[in-house]
């Protein structure tokens, strides 16, 4: 077994998911000789029971593409609910990682985090602790979190489409007065003056959650997700049924 030659105790073992190369290259040479890493790949539903069983990692390092990220975060929450999870964010938005830590994720790392401060933060969640960068500290102080059920979620994701309340009442098999009042109560609910800023919502938490799309008000597959807003109130202006 691998030592750490300034500590003298055995080199804990990290498993890395990516599907980067270069990018896991460069992360074992800034995690050596204090700890090991293993590259595991990215497509890892059907093979990882059998890797956890054989190389029995002390930790999971997730760097996926935004648009996997929190599947995949799902994913190993549920096959390995005890192990610890450090999720690596490719973008400089913090909803992502507000999102990563509500998963329950006990580290953090952005693209522009040092190798020192990569090598702190695997120490930290080894010995139990949970490390965040400053940046994404600040976001955890200075936002809300807001839950949305399966038909709010719905009426966020086809608003970022530039969908009218006819074409979303025709998605959603509903009326458009109904479209109307649900829009009422998510506009209250998330503090929102109009459509512009409700798709600005669901533009930034794009990639923090996943949503499928609509295919019929019988068949509506999306699930229920939770936004970050600013803890603010919104200014109230504008017709929040602009567009019919």
């Given at each position: 077994m691998p030592i750490n030659k300034q500590t003298k105790e055995p080199m804990a073992k990290i498993g890395l998911y990516s599907d980067r190369e270069v990018f896991g290259a460069g992360l074992r040479q800034a995690v050596l000789p204090m700890h090991e890493l293993v590259s595991l790949g990215l497509d890892f539903h059907t093979e990882s029971g059998n890797l956890f069983a054989t190389l029995a990692p002390?930790?999971?390092?997730?760097?996926?593409?935004?648009?996997?990220?929190?599947?995949?975060?799902?994913?190993?929450?549920?096959?390995?609910?005890?192990?610890?999870?450090?999720?690596?964010?490719?973008?400089?938005?913090?909803?992502p990682a507000l999102s990563a830590l509500r998963s329950g994720v006990q580290g953090v790392i952005l693209d522009c985090t040092t190798a020192a401060e990569v090598v702190a933060c695997i120490d930290t969640v080894l010995h139990g602790g949970i490390w965040v960068p400053p940046s994404i500290a600040q976001a955890v102080v200075s936002s809300r979190s807001c839950h949305l059920t399966k038909r709010e979620s719905q009426l966020v994701s086809l608003v970022t489409q530039g969908l009218s309340n006819?074409?979303?009442?025709?998605?959603?098999?509903?009326?458009?007065?109904?479209?109307?009042?649900?829009?009422?109560?998510?506009f209250d609910k998330l503090e929102v003056s109009d459509r512009?800023?409700?798709?600005?919502i669901g533009m930034r938490q794009a990639g923090t959650v996943h949503v499928d799309?609509?295919?019929?008000?019988?068949g509506a597959n999306t699930i229920s997700q939770t936004v970050f807003l600013p803890r603010t109130l919104a200014d109230r202006h504008g017709d929040k049924y602009s567009r019919q």
């Open positions: 002390a930790l999971l390092i997730l760097d996926a593409p935004p648009e996997r990220s929190s599947e995949m975060i799902r994913f190993l929450r549920s096959a390995e609910p005890d192990l610890p999870l450090i999720v690596w964010e490719r973008v400089s938005s913090s909803e006819k074409e979303i009442a025709g998605k959603l098999g509903i009326s458009v007065g109904t479209v109307k009042v649900y829009f009422s109560r998510l512009y800023e409700l798709a600005v799309a609509v295919r019929s008000s019988q």
